[in-house]
């Protein structure tokens, strides 16, 4: 089975950086995604990482480290409207999303 | 419309009643899915089809009934639910090539509550 482990909830400040982490623990590792999600609308993609090494895109970066089962999410310059929860999901050969618990992200002005 | 869409947006049913959430993806997407979002708990993964058959069904009550009729609908039929079914279930859809699955879309979500 898989595990998928991030931090309930953090609280940053607006223009500030904060890097949200996600463990996992899986076999037949191919991929994973972050996702982010407004209180009562959809989850929207965010990044993709499959290959070690971080991916940047604007003000969001993923992070991935096969051997250790981690990943973390950079946000920078934070604005009040990336208050959100944050979902990571990891996908395995032959096996469909599956996600972690998500973190809930306030930014405070 | 674009994306994927999802109706009714919220739906409220009785124990006894029967219902329908249906969803339509614009993307040309090959895989489809149901989930179920809880208070305080993970995206539940409840149905997979890829190119309209069933792939996967994680255990769910038989009170939880899909149907795909082409790849880009994806209906669930409720019955005899319990109270504790409320919850947003949301339908999100992919390409896949079986060996390789790529981001999914989801849709607004249904919100559901069962009295």
């Known amino acids: 089975g898989q595990n998928i482990d991030q931090p309930t909830e953090m609280t940053a400040t607006e223009g500030a950086i904060v890097q949200i982490n996600c463990t996992y623990q899986?076999?037949?590792?191919?991929?994973l995604f972050w996702y982010q999600q407004h209180a009562g609308e959809a989850p929207t993609f965010l990044s993709y990482?499959?290959?070690?090494g971080l991916e940047e895109k604007g003000r969001f970066s993923s992070f991935l480290s096969r051997s250790k089962g981690y990943s973390y999410l950079l946000l920078k310059e934070l604005q009040m409207k990336d208050s959100a929860s944050y979902l990571c999901?990891?996908?395995?050969?032959?096996?469909?999303?599956?996600f972690g618990p998500g973190t809930r992200l306030s930014v405070l002005p | 419309e674009t994306g994927v869409t999802q109706t009714p947006r919220h739906l409220v049913m009785g124990m006894t009643n029967k219902k329908s959430l249906k969803c339509e993806q614009h993307l040309g997407h090959n895989a489809m899915y149901w989930y179920k979002q809880s208070a305080k708990k993970p995206l539940e993964l409840m149905f997979v089809y890829s190119l309209e058959e069933r792939v996967e069904n994680n255990s769910v009550p038989s009170r939880f009934s899909p149907e795909c009729p082409n790849s880009s609908h994806l209906f669930l039929h409720l019955h005899t639910l319990q109270p504790e079914d409320s919850a947003l279930y949301l339908c999100?859809?992919?390409?896949?090539?079986?060996?390789?699955?790529?981001?999914?879309?989801f849709g607004p979500g249904t919100r559901l509550t069962v009295t």
């Open positions: 999100a859809s992919s390409q896949t090539s079986g060996l390789e699955t790529y981001e999914q879309y």
């Open positions: 990482n499959v290959l070690d």
């Open positions: 999901a990891v996908t395995s050969y032959g096996q469909n999303f599956v």
């Open positions: 899986t076999s037949g590792f191919n991929g």
